[in-house]
């Protein structure tokens, strides 16, 4: 029972243009969101977060959507570097459970130069 | 900065052998995971530990254990080793949950 997904597997994007990586979440329970990024090799860093009071957060060129009605997520990031060429992985947590995040299957984002 | 490290970066291992995977962060953390990445499948959690001796069992414990003897250190045993648990092995720490987790570099486990 997969409670958070990506749908999207993978994603290529111009140099310059916005990516948008998308989370859907099944459990409404979830209060907090976040971000990593991870390169091979590496362990996940952590990118960006947002509390399920908030609809919107920004960080530089990161910005993360919360629309929870829909139980979505998206991570859109402008404009896009062949830096930012990872896997991105959502997580979510209840914070009135214990400390485990859940993660979703991961998007790798290939940004052309 | 915290670090969080893992002793071996590859591993490969025979079927049936205990194998060890440690963990050792540097900041006085109280929260320790295992995770292990699979690709489809993302980041599951294994085992996870809020204090030194407690431990709970995450989503995938089967065929695992764990260990936390001293706060800074969260080890992964792989009782008998099956070619099923060949995978990349993610440690993380993390002081509470607001703060988000730091990871280590990983582990690339093959049992062969």
């Known amino acids: 029972d997969q409670q958070v997904k990506q749908n999207s597997p993978s994603l290529s994007v111009q140099e310059g243009r916005i990516s948008i990586l998308n989370c859907d979440y099944t459990n409404s329970m979830f209060d907090y969101f976040l971000w990593y990024k991870k390169y091979p090799a590496e362990g996940p860093t952590f990118l960006i977060s947002i509390s399920s009071i908030k609809d919107k957060n920004e960080d530089g060129r990161f910005t993360v959507f919360l629309n929870k009605s829909a139980k979505h997520l998206s991570l859109h990031i402008v404009p896009s570097q062949p830096g930012d060429s990872a896997v991105y992985f959502c997580?979510?947590?209840?914070?009135?459970?214990?400390?485990?995040?859940?993660f979703g299957t991961g998007t790798r984002l290939k940004v052309l130069a | 900065d915290v670090k969080v490290t893992q002793s071996s970066r590859y591993l490969v291992k025979r079927t049936g052998e205990k194998v060890f995977l440690e963990c050792v962060q540097d900041?006085?953390?109280?929260?320790m995971f295992w995770y292990r990445q699979d690709p489809g499948l993302g980041l599951r959690l294994i085992y996870f530990s809020y204090d030194v001796k407690m431990k709970e069992k995450g989503d995938i414990p089967e065929g695992y254990s764990v260990s936390r003897e001293k706060k800074e250190r969260f080890s992964l045993i792989l009782e008998s080793a099956s070619t099923n648990q060949t995978s990349m092995y993610l440690c993380a720490s993390s002081p509470d949950s607001l703060n988000g987790y730091t990871f280590g570099s990983g582990t690339r486990l093959t049992v062969v």
């Open positions: 997580a979510a947590y209840k914070a009135s459970g214990t400390y485990k995040y859940i």
């Open positions: 900041m006085d953390h109280e929260n």
